[in-house]
């Protein structure tokens, strides 16, 4: 534990599984990480003199005594910075901050059968899972999704698991047969999905097309926030008014501001940084309000949306 009752963990070790994918081992420095359930993820703050970052990443999996978790981080083409530090300057030894961990993806136990189908980083969650659904004795079956030239790595990433109950597959789900495989799964099934947009799309059709309801579909996206057109917020409580640029978030400038918002994913996926917006035009770009929400225009994720009106009015 650090000073002020700050948690840090050291970059224990990390292992380079595919030219964009890393995985670090991170250990806590004098306290433990709490008992965590599958589909949990980590809020890491972390950076050096130039600019620091606040990244969310799914937690692989746990020590069991606490001492250690496991993420890994993908390199992502239109990243904001903070993937390209952890595979450039994330180092062993490499101190770094948590500031929080959630679980907003967790395991439904109602359900009787558990289909988990991912692309990509969208493994990492599932690791997880894995470990607990067989460990529970439940019935599931994952469909992985990746690049031909990824297959060895994720064949790796996945060794030792029940080879009936996992197959990874180097097409896409269409050509797989993902549509005819989800239309034949029991009434009692629940299907959980994480990867890149285009893949979350195409499985989002394919579960509504096929009949599954919403309460048995969960997903977890890994939103890049992208920039924009800058605009200035007012905030209402204290008449301060906070310019964001082109290419930084909402939140990233109210961070900037010496402020402290709400937040948690960083991503637009779990709600914590929502804010009333008093006046202007919020440009939702979040997975979470619904559609008469986002007409209200009275709310805005901080984490993900812009505005697009010059000015928001924010009820900070």
Known sequence: MAKSGVKTA????TTLLTPTLRRFVLRAQGWC???L???SHVLLGFGGPERMFKNAYSIVSRKDDGSEIVIIVRRAPQSRGGSVFLHEQGREGLSVTILGTANLFPIMRRARRHVLLSAGIGITP???YLETLRAGGMDYVLHHFCRPEE???FESLLHGQDSACVHIHDQLPGAAGLREQLANQPITTHVYYCGP???MDWVAGAVRAVGFVPGKVHSEHFFVPEGGQPFAVVLARSGRTVNVGADE?????LEAADLNPPCMCRGGACGACAVTVLDGQPDHRDHVLTEAERT???TILTCVSRAKTQTLTLDL
């Not at 050291?10 to 070790?13: G, M, P, T, V, W």
């Not at 978030?249 to 400038?253: F, I, Y």
Request: hydrophobic share 60%; net charge negative; glycine share 8%.
């Open 151 to 153: 297959r060895e790595a």
């Open 10 to 13: 050291i970059i224990a070790s």
């Open 33 to 35: 990480f709490p008992v």
């Open 37 to 39: 359930s599958a589909g």
């Open 249 to 253: 978030t909402l939140l990233e400038a």
């Open 296 to 298: 209200a225009a009275t």
């Open 126 to 128: 599932f690791l997880a």
């Open 197 to 199: 947009e285009g893949f």
